[in-house]
């Protein structure tokens, strides 16, 4: 791949989904896009390029190329501190401040870039176990760019990789043996989920989403440039509800990309949340 070639289907990447390849990972971006090359039966990176740019078929090539450069390492009740943060102090909070009448129990969480599906998963197998939800209305929403991770979450048969960190209680309660090898999650769990294929740049489809009280998006910014990741981190802010929760991945923060949240230090992490009002004098950076 010449530095030219490199250069036109690095762009090209950037602006269909925010993911950014520097000069460094040239040889990453060479690699993995060399598959395509010999399926199509192509000499050159550049025909490469043409075609992702005129071809018909570009919308389906663009999508097989993500699920080539994108990483789906997960499993379920990953960064479990995190999650105790959300059990033990953000839900019985949503539950004091939204439970009191009757038609306002509802919650909706969403689980961007949901990758295989543990995640979202995990957080409905959270919310079950919750006694201040019982007769709640929960709904999970779970999206990636990947269509073959998403394949994979829908059918919710996993491994025991995905099991890494699971305590036994919730592998005996919600998922069943499958004969042919494998455990299924159990339908109680799959209802409250709802995956769907979404660009996370692609904000005017992120509003048709609706309103949620809480998103996790957890190790998927740090892919992106810093014009990627405000774009996605105000769209965040768009369709989150007031007073609602942001919750990143260890290593990621809003520092340098955003004031538009305020910083929470609970007991068990600390998280980020949209102010109660949105007269907030926050913005991007």
């Not at 530095?3 to 000069?23: K, N």
């Not at 990758?115 to 990636?144: F, H, K, N």
């Not at 919710?156 to 099991?163: C, H, I, R």
Request: charged share 25%.
């Amino acid at each position: 791949m010449s530095e030219e070639e490199f250069r036109l289907l690095r762009d090209l990447v950037y602006s269909h989904c925010g993911l950014w390849f520097d000069d460094q990972n040239s040889y990453l971006l060479e690699k993995r896009l060399s598959r395509r090359l010999a399926v199509h039966q192509l000499k050159t990176f550049r025909e490469y390029y043409q075609l992702l740019r005129f071809n018909r078929k570009r919308d389906q090539e663009l999508e097989e190329i993500m699920d080539l450069l994108t990483t789906n390492e997960t499993y379920f009740f990953r960064e479990e501190y995190q999650l105790k943060a959300f059990t033990d102090e953000i839900v019985p909070e949503i539950c004091a401040a939204r439970g009191i009448k009757e038609f306002n129990r509802h919650i909706r969480v969403w689980s961007a870039g949901c990758s295989t599906g543990e995640e979202p998963y995990t957080i409905a197998m959270l919310l079950l176990e919750m006694d201040c939800l019982r007769g709640w209305s929960i709904e999970i929403v779970g999206t990636d760019i990947s269509q073959r991770v998403l394949q994979h979450a829908r059918r919710g048969v996993y491994g025991p990789s995905a099991f890494r960190s699971t305590d036994d209680y919730y592998k005996n309660k919600y998922f069943t043996l499958q004969d042919e090898g494998g455990y299924r999650i159990k339908d109680e769990v799959r209802k409250l989920v709802t995956i769907s294929h979404l660009n996370l740049l692609d904000s005017t489809r992120m509003k048709m989403l609706g309103s949620f009280d809480l998103i996790f998006c957890r190790n998927v910014i740090i892919y992106f440039d810093q014009p990627a990741k405000k774009k996605v981190v105000e769209s965040f802010y768009q369709v989150l509800r007031d007073s609602g929760y942001l919750l990143l991945g260890h290593s990621e923060s809003l520092m340098n990309i955003t004031t538009l949240f305020n910083l929470r230090h609970f007991k068990n992490d600390m998280v980020y949340q949209r102010p109660a009002t949105s007269s907030t004098t926050g913005g991007l950076l």
